[in-house]
């Protein structure tokens, strides 16, 4: 990276995400945390306590807040880009400047040891790293990386711009969409859970031949397993990003920009809503409905439907503000027991008191 604050600015200024720059146009070199930065680098600044650290340090690009643009006018050799959503501001610049590439590896576009059937279609820009297996009919379109040790299975197609790291699974007939990540060891596509059971106890497994959709810029993180639905499919929608190890059951349907962090499991047939955000470690019991814009928090266990909006937590789920009360009142039951046990006393002792 070697760039002038007016080129960022500029690279930019579609988005809106800028709203001034101001003071010197100084190059910057790297892109660095406020806590560790020096001459050259550009920093994101979001709060005050930030501010004196990084004028002590002198880095050449500040990207702040309006309301801390002031602190640093009037710097020599600093550049400031005013912006209202740094964070934003980060993931943006750091992808364009400082993400890896990933078209760019140490073996060959198509390393020898990868394993393509004849029928396969794909495009000239894919890569495909050592020990790859892709399988009859399969489709990977432009600028898709398929990284070591991968097997994709026949009739699956994957779209233009994916990043599929080492030792994914990619089941038969399953559809990616565009600009997935989809994390190491990673399985899509695995067989839904589904048996029958006579009376004796003993299982019976019911095929799954259903697939998995997985639609535009997805990202599934490492040891996530989606299962492949009992007929039909399991969707995860546009936008929505899972942490490492999270699991989701056949014929499951997540809605957009959902953000689904580790541990977070679904069981089968549930349908979750648009922009649903979950803590670590939640669960969801199957067959049910969560509406759009819902938040579930510590271990929230969720055994019946969401109707409405809103923060939710704990096992059984309850709205936020009555886990809150009543997770104070858990804290003082042995007062709370005393004070009864002290008043069981007091009632038989003027039960015992003679009359007249």
Not at 199 to 210: E, L, M, V
Not at 272 to 282: A, E, K, L
Not at 310 to 323: C, E, I
Request: charged fraction near 25%; hydrophobic fraction near 40%; charge should be neutral.
């Amino acid at each position: 990276m070697k760039k002038l604050a007016s080129e960022i600015f500029f690279d930019f200024k579609e988005t809106g995400l800028f709203l001034e720059l101001l003071g010197e146009d100084t190059i910057a070199t790297n892109i660095a945390p406020a806590e560790n930065c020096k001459k050259g680098d550009l920093v994101f600044v979001d709060s005050l306590k930030f501010v004196d650290s990084v004028a002590q340090k002198q880095p050449s690009i500040v990207v702040t807040h309006p309301d801390l643009k002031e602190k640093f006018l009037g710097t020599k050799e600093l550049s400031v880009i005013v912006c209202e959503h740094t964070k934003l501001a980060q993931a943006l610049l750091r992808q364009k400047y400082t993400d890896r590439n990933f078209q760019q590896s140490e073996w060959d576009k198509r390393h020898p040891s990868a394993i393509v059937h004849e029928s396969a279609k794909i495009k000239d820009s894919v890569v495909i790293g050592p020990g790859v297996i892709i399988g009859k009919e399969v489709e990977i379109r432009d600028n898709s990386v398929i990284m070591a040790n991968t097997v994709i299975e026949h009739n699956a197609i994957i779209g233009e711009n994916c990043i599929i790291h080492p030792n994914v699974v990619i089941g038969y007939n399953c559809i990616i969409g565009n600009e997935v990540i989809i994390g190491s060891s990673s399985v899509v596509g695995s067989e839904g859970f589904g048996f029958a059971q006579d009376k004796n106890g003993k299982s019976y497994r019911i095929p799954q031949i259903g697939n998995v959709v997985i639609e535009d810029r997805v990202r599934l993180g490492a040891n996530c397993c989606v299962d492949r639905a009992t007929y039909q499919e399991t969707r995860i929608k546009a936008g929505t990003k899972f942490d490492n190890l999270c699991h989701v059951a056949h014929n499951v349907e997540i809605g957009e920009d959902c953000l689904l962090t580790a541990g977070f499991i679904v069981a089968g047939s549930t349908k979750i809503g648009n922009r649903v955000i979950t803590s670590g470690q939640t669960g969801i019991l199957d067959h049910l409905v969560i509406v759009d814009d819902v938040i579930l928090l510590h271990r929230a266990g969720v055994n019946k439907s969401i109707t409405r909006p809103g923060a939710y937590a704990s096992t059984p789920v309850q709205p936020l503000n009555d886990y809150l009360k009543n997770s104070v009142l858990v804290q003082k039951l042995g007062d709370f027991r005393k004070k009864i046990n002290d008043l069981e006393k007091k009632i038989e002792s003027i039960k015992e008191i003679p009359k007249g």
